[in-house]
């Protein structure tokens, strides 16, 4: 594409003594109308003639080595490309494109913040993989990536929970898994808030003892802060996701103070101003409405926090970009929050909300307040459960470590490509015995699809040979190195959309046809030379189905 672009600008300035902008290509509707098609219309356009008598013009004009013959074909030009050329280019070739040096960028993807004295439920999980697949897609295209994840660690939830555990849980044993105790703690203290005044007092004064350095509810809430801390680190580790930075809301609220009381003794910025006993940002002129970043019980709600923070990421990281996976529910306020960082001057600065969706079960939505969730760790032993029994089914033979290792990659393919599939602002009903299956859209049917390649290739001993690369002429074969062909193109657009699933249904297609081409095309059966060059197209499936499930943060396996 790249070559035809160079060809076609030229073509332009050398008619009408201007290269083109932009150059979009189609994928025909018929693999009989040629590889690659060329929209004609703005084309012509700028050379004054109809699209096409402008798709006939090109078709006259562009003489590219590699293209077998570019026919016309009304308003569009199709390019067929030399099979030789292309099986080579696509199997053969190691170095990927990448961006160019001024194109890459030093990006902080803030995801996952989960709130201490919560527990770390389902709902977690859609933040926690789509940041992590991101930050690999990022890194893949060559940008500067640091991890970061927001704990929320204060505020009133944390009053709720511990006003709860002082007042009627004092006394009681402590369950093996403490996060998940806390979690229960603070439904059950919405529910005994609702509706009453008195309680709502106790836990308002017990936020502002907190927040002035109580010595008993300090210590209380750093040792309950840790219980929560262990059960996000034990579901980050099964995740494998790991962060460069971590924040924490309670470090926050000292900076979003000083900062807010500097702010009004200096009127630096007239938006921001006390109003009936609160202080406030009057973003009405902008159409964003009000955001209260103090209440008037002197109680810092999330602007003030995310403020210092958002401020600290620009001077002290020194990013180009700052990016923030939140749920779509909070659209208006990232809006608020990212004019007011314009209003402090990073103006220059990009600030990209990515957002997403509710995860529910098929029994419907969940809530922490509610205390109707279904914990992550809880629903991990579920899914790995079946997976074990499956591979126990069939596979009596292995060794117990080997079943459980199996069970564990089957199971976290499940849940990580039962998340990435959809597109960010769909909402994913979970089904557990859809994700797990070995046919669908599903990451077990990727993973069997990678462990029956290395079936193959274990039948066969790999020596390397020169490829004779127009034996690959198979309609299936073509399919596969087309395919094969757009993934750097695929990752590309899943980066600049915030959007893997881009990526899975690209897996998912490959693996299809994949499985098409091998029933359809002898491998280990054919002539020596023939099979020699679809081993190598095989190995090269291989290689990109396991790069694809590794920018998903998913890991292959051998067998299955």
């Known amino acids: 594409m790249d070559e035809i672009k160079k060809q076609l600008c030229a073509i332009m300035t050398q008619a009408v003594g201007a290269p083109l902008q932009t150059v979009e290509f189609r994928e025909p509707p018929d693999e009989t109308m040629g590889d690659l098609a060329l929209p004609c219309f703005e084309i012509a356009k700028k050379l004054g003639k109809n699209p096409v008598e402008a798709a006939k013009f090109l078709a006259e004009t562009l003489n590219i080595k590699f293209v077998q013959k570019a026919v016309a074909q009304g308003p569009y ?15 053969a070739e190691k170095k990927r494109q990448g961006l160019n040096k001024e194109e890459k960028r030093k990006i902080m993807l803030e995801y996952s913040q989960p709130n201490t004295h919560k527990e770390f439920h389902v709902g977690h999980l859609r933040n926690a993989v789509l940041g992590s697949s991101l930050v690999n897609i990022l890194r893949w295209q060559g940008h500067k990536v640091i991890a970061a994840n927001y704990i929320g660690d204060s505020g009133v939830h944390v009053a709720k929970c511990l006003w709860n555990l002082q007042k009627f849980h004092a006394g009681d044993t402590l369950p093996e898994n403490k996060g998940e105790y806390l979690g229960a703690v603070y439904a059950e203290a919405v529910a005994k808030l609702e509706g009453n005044e008195n309680y709502a007092k106790e836990v308002s004064e017990l936020q502002k003892k907190l927040e002035q350095g109580d010595p008993e509810l300090v210590k209380l809430w750093e040792q309950t802060k840790e219980w929560s801390l262990e059960s996000f680190y034990r579901a980050y580790d099964l995740l494998q996701i790991e962060f460069d930075q971590w924040f924490f809301e309670s470090e926050e609220e000292k900076a979003g103070r000083k900062l807010l009381k500097n702010i009004l003794k200096e009127n630096a910025i007239p938006e921001i101003k006390k109003s009936e006993g609160a202080i406030i940002a009057d973003l009405s002129a902008y159409g964003l409405d009000v955001l209260v970043l103090i209440k008037s019980d002197g109680n810092l709600l999330y602007g003030a926090k995310d403020l210092p923070l958002g401020i600290k990421k620009f001077q002290k990281f020194r990013i180009d970009k700052s990016i923030y996976i939140v749920d779509m529910r909070q659209s208006l306020y990232l809006k608020q929050i990212f004019k007011l960082l314009d209003l402090f001057g990073y103006s220059d600065r990009k600030k990209i909300h990515v957002a997403y969706d509710f995860v529910t079960l098929p029994e419907g939505a969940m809530a922490s307040r509610k205390g109707n969730v279904i914990t992550f760790e809880n629903f991990y032993a579920e899914i790995f459960s079946h997976s074990l029994a499956e591979t126990e089914k069939r596979h009596a033979d292995w060794t117990e470590e080997q079943r459980q290792f ?5 199971s976290l393919a499940a849940i990580k490509f039962g998340m990435l599939k959809y597109d960010n602002q769909s909402i994913i009903v ?18 069997y699809a990678i462990a029956r390649i290395n079936s193959i290739l274990r039948k066969e001993e790999i020596v390397k040979q020169k490829i004779n690369y127009k034996l690959l002429n198979h309609p299936a074969e073509r399919k596969l190195i087309l395919q094969l062909a757009k993934f750097d193109e695929t990752v590309t657009l899943a980066a600049k959309e915030y959007a893997p699933a881009r990526l899975c249904a690209y897996l998912l297609e490959l693996a299809r046809l994949f499985s098409t081409f091998y029933h359809d095309v002898p491998v280990l059966k054919a002539e020596e030379k023939t099979k020699a060059a679809r081993l190598a197209l095989v190995m090269k499936v291989q290689q990109v189905l396991i790069e694809g499930l590794q920018l998903l943060n998913i890991d292959s396996v051998d067998e299955m």
């Open 77 to 91: 030009l199709n390019f067929y490309i030399k099979t030789a050329y292309l099986n080579k280019l696509v199997i």
């Open 406 to 410: 199996t069970a564990k990659m089957i």
């Open 430 to 447: 979970f089904d557990v015995q859809k994700a797990l299956a070995f046919d669908g859209d599903t990451g077990p049917y990727l993973l």
